[in-house]
């Protein structure tokens, strides 16, 4: 982004966005979900928060990051585009699932081991990107975006952007937005009904894919973002009316949903009620981070430079501390606040000391040169 125009409000949403992501991964062994490693004990009210936020924060991760990578095309052709991308997303990549993946599958796996090195050349035979499928997916969809990007940035592109912003400045026009997302998660379910966040899984792909093009339609029509400004009380009613359907279908009864819907429908009404409350929590953050945070501060500027990292790292720790956590004989509500604690001190020294200061690790890292 271009220092005399950076959207610090945008910066901000990406790192409270991967705060997020660590905050969800923390808590995840004792949800009662499917994690590398569970506590023996689980709490269901801790799950019946994580499913809200997990309808949120990955797609604004998305769309934060197609917005990006609008500014990123914008002081560079797009040969130097695919070079940049491949330096800040292939290299972290590529050493995360060598150096720092395999740790995760050493102590989800102990018992099939008797050492970390007994583990390391299989590892190496079977490389698996983890929490890391999100840089994988972040390079593929950045590069075939790039005739979408040219395309919109030309003066083709101005009847699309004309007839995008006409349904923008209307009232419900931002929210009718969640149609095609609607479409696209409905179908794709139906030929791909996997969770896999693998990049040939196409339900997932073109779901995330969806908030990553809306981000950079946002940016390439600027006037969005003043519609965005503009009716974010009246998106915050449609948020808070979408959250109520959500949780009211979330917690109906088994017994009486399987009564009146078969089973494919409740799937269906599952992909729409979440679908609603993502859309509409996000435009109505995108409006208020406006008025929040579109200010410049020291804070943010260490926060955005050790973000990338921060991410790279943080499911590892996790996943290390927590084989050891959840044998502790404490209650959950211990548990958590230590494991928090811990990882996130962990991360910080790794990161002060072993990342920020050195030129090959920050490169390892996705990080820009030390100025």
């Excluded at 299989?122 to 790039?146: G, M, P, Q, R, V």
């Excluded at 260490?302 to 004989?329: D, G, M």
């Amino acid at each position: 982004m271009q220092k005399n125009n950076r959207r610090y409000d945008l910066d901000w949403w990406r790192v409270i966005a991967i705060l997020a992501v660590f905050l969800h991964h923390v808590g995840m062994p004792f949800n009662g979900d499917d994690f590398h490693i569970m506590n023996a004990e689980s709490s269901k009210a801790l799950d019946d928060i994580t499913v809200f936020f997990e309808q949120i924060r990955l797609p604004l991760l998305f769309l934060i990051s197609g917005t990006g990578t609008v500014f990123a095309f914008s002081k560079r052709k797009w040969f130097q585009f695919i070079g940049e991308r491949s330096y800040r997303l292939l290299i972290p990549l590529f050493f995360g699932v060598v150096l720092i993946v395999p740790p995760q599958i050493y102590f989800e796996n102990i018992q099939e081991y008797s050492s970390y090195f007994q583990l390391y050349p299989d590892a190496l035979l079977h490389l698996k990107t983890n929490h890391l499928w999100f840089i994988e997916n972040l390079f593929y969809i950045s590069i075939i975006s790039i005739p979408i990007i040219i395309l919109f940035k030309s003066k083709q592109s101005i009847g699309v952007k004309k007839l995008l912003d006409e349904i923008a400045s209307r009232k419900y026009g931002l929210f009718l937005w969640v149609l095609p997302l609607l479409f696209i998660k409905i179908v794709s379910k139906d030929f791909y009904p996997s969770d896999s966040k693998d990049i040939t899984n196409l339900s997932s792909t073109f779901f995330f894919g969806y908030f990553f093009l809306t981000g950079i339609l946002m940016t390439t029509t600027p006037n969005i973002w003043n519609h965005l400004k503009r009716h974010r009380k009246f998106n915050l009613r449609i948020a808070i009316a979408c959250i109520i359907i959500f949780y009211g279908y979330y917690f109906l009864p088994e017994e009486i949903a399987s009564k009146v819907f078969s089973l494919k429908v409740r799937w269906i009404i599952w992909y729409l009620v979440t679908c609603l409350v993502s859309w509409s929590s996000i435009i109505t953050l995108l409006g208020y981070g406006q008025f929040w945070f579109n200010k410049s501060s020291p804070l943010l500027t260490k926060l955005n430079e050790a973000i990338y990292p921060f991410y790279i790292l943080h499911q590892t720790v996790i996943v290390v501390l927590t084989f050891y956590i959840v044998k502790l004989n404490l209650p959950i509500f211990i548990k958590i606040p230590i494991l928090l604690k811990s990882s996130l001190l962990i991360i910080i020294i790794l990161y002060r000391f072993l990342i920020y200061p050195f030129k090959l690790t920050r490169i390892i890292f996705g990080m820009k040169k030390n100025e």
